[in-house]
């Protein structure tokens, strides 16, 4: 097996099992997206983390979805999907997970816009599509996983004239963050999350992308997460009174030092054609 095959092998089983877990413990309620709400009730501690706010961003820079074609790239548990279906989007899903398959396509029917959720389990690295099909093309924590000079030029391929990619990804701007990630996580009691061989995307990386599609690279950041990591790898910080403690924390350094947001451990990559 090609070293390409094996990693499509270990993604797939990892989203495979994780949204299994999810399905397993998933109510119907839970599978509700309501129309002006930007919460998935599958993950409910995402709010905590402030994306919640990137989902928003990501949908304020794309505007009118009313007709408009999108990719899903990553679908994962479908809400991105069924949240842009609601605002009128044609979306195509797709997951190399058939389980993600499965759960989007439950989604997409519990909110009664099956008719404008297609699911294909595909690589998003073997896209397979006609050239300038979709609109907008969107993904959440995928283009780290992914050889972007291989599929950066597809993506640029498969959107329209004028169309728009935006990601939501994590960042591997802060130094700090990182020696921590590489040296704490999977050892002394601190959980890894995600498989061996993903990474935070660098700025070296959103740099390919902004060769590729012409410069038209913009990096967003819809709120400062730093201090709130410590409540999803460390025990101490996991009660309420720490927990409002990081928040505010890092909320504060949001509003007061402007020029630090870009630090933060989520970006939203913003890509035009």
């Not at 809400?79 to 997409?108: H, P, W």
Request: charged share 25%; net charge negative; proline share 3%.
């Amino acid at each position: 097996m090609s070293e390409q095959s094996e990693k499509l092998k270990t993604e797939s089983e990892f989203w495979d099992k994780n949204i299994s877990e999810m399905l397993s413990d998933a109510e119907r309620a839970d599978l509700f997206v309501a129309d002006n709400s930007y919460d998935d009730k599958l993950k409910p501690q995402l709010p905590f983390y402030g994306l919640d706010k990137a989902v928003k961003m990501c949908l304020d820079l794309l505007g009118d979805l009313n007709g408009k074609k999108v990719l899903d790239c990553g679908c994962g548990n479908g809400f991105m999907s069924t949240l842009l279906a609601k605002k009128g989007a044609q979306v195509t899903a797709i997951d190399i997970s058939e389980k993600s398959i499965e759960l989007t396509r439950n989604r997409a029917l519990v909110n009664n816009v099956s008719d404008q959720v297609i699911t294909v389990v595909m690589d998003f690295e073997e896209l397979e599509f006609e050239d300038e099909s979709f609109d907008f093309v969107v993904g959440n924590f995928v283009l780290h996983h992914i050889e972007l000079d291989k599929t950066g030029p597809a993506i640029k391929q498969v959107l329209k004239p004028g169309g728009k990619a935006v990601f939501i990804e994590t960042s591997a701007q802060n130094r700090l963050l990182m020696l921590a990630r590489d040296g704490l996580t999977g050892r002394f009691g601190v959980p890894k999350y995600g498989t061996d061989d993903e990474a935070p995307l660098s700025l070296e990386q959103t740099q390919i992308l902004g060769k590729l599609f012409d410069g038209k690279c913009t990096l967003h950041y819809p709120s400062f997460v730093f201090f709130r990591l410590l409540a999803g790898y460390i025990r101490f910080f996991k009660g309420p009174t720490m927990m409002r403690l990081v928040y505010r924390l890092d909320s504060a350094i949001y509003n007061m030092f402007p020029g630090l947001r870009r630090f933060t451990y989520y970006k939203i990559v913003e890509l035009g054609k």
